[in-house]
Nanobody, 127 residues
Framework: VQLVESGGGTVKTGGSLRLSCAAS????????MGWFRQAPGKEREFVAA????????YYGDSVRGRFTIDRDNAKKTVSLQTDSLEPEDTAVYYC?????????????????????WGQGTQVTVSS
């Protein structure tokens, strides 16, 4: 499956962005879809994930309550609404896909569980 992210950009503290990821190929509706991010000099960090039917969402502690993940299986897209952005949210955001319908939380947060990755979209939050 190929994943292409869009929607990144530069915003001021407190602003919002909606990131999108379009998938092609594969059986999108069966995948767990996730978002990860990586800031310069830091390790890749789990942001959010969602199971195949959108019945379970997973969030990293640093974004819970500010970010919301959703998916549209008919359109083969997954989106990440990012609100109340902070300079610490500055990073390249990656979309990822993992076969398996639904994961336990620990697995959903593990980058190694995901087989397919997009190229990333830059989010910059200025103070």
């Amino acid at each position: 499956v190929q994943l292409v992210e869009s929607g990144g950009g530069t915003v001021k503290t407190g602003g919002s962005l909606r990131l999108s990821c379009a998938a092609s190929g594969g059986t999108f509706s069966t995948y767990v879809m996730g978002w990860f991010r990586q800031a310069p000099g830091k390790e890749r960090e789990f942001v959010a994930a969602i199971n195949w039917r959108s019945t379970i969402s997973y969030y990293g502690d640093s974004v819970r309550g500010r970010f919301t993940i959703d998916r549209d299986n008919a359109k083969k897209t997954v989106s990440l609404q990012t609100d109340s952005l902070e300079p610490e949210d500055t990073a390249v955001y990656y979309c990822a896909a993992a076969g398996g319908y639904t994961f336990p939380t620990a697995r959903a947060m593990d980058a190694g569980a995901y087989e397919h990755w997009g190229q990333g979209t830059q989010v910059t939050v200025s103070s």
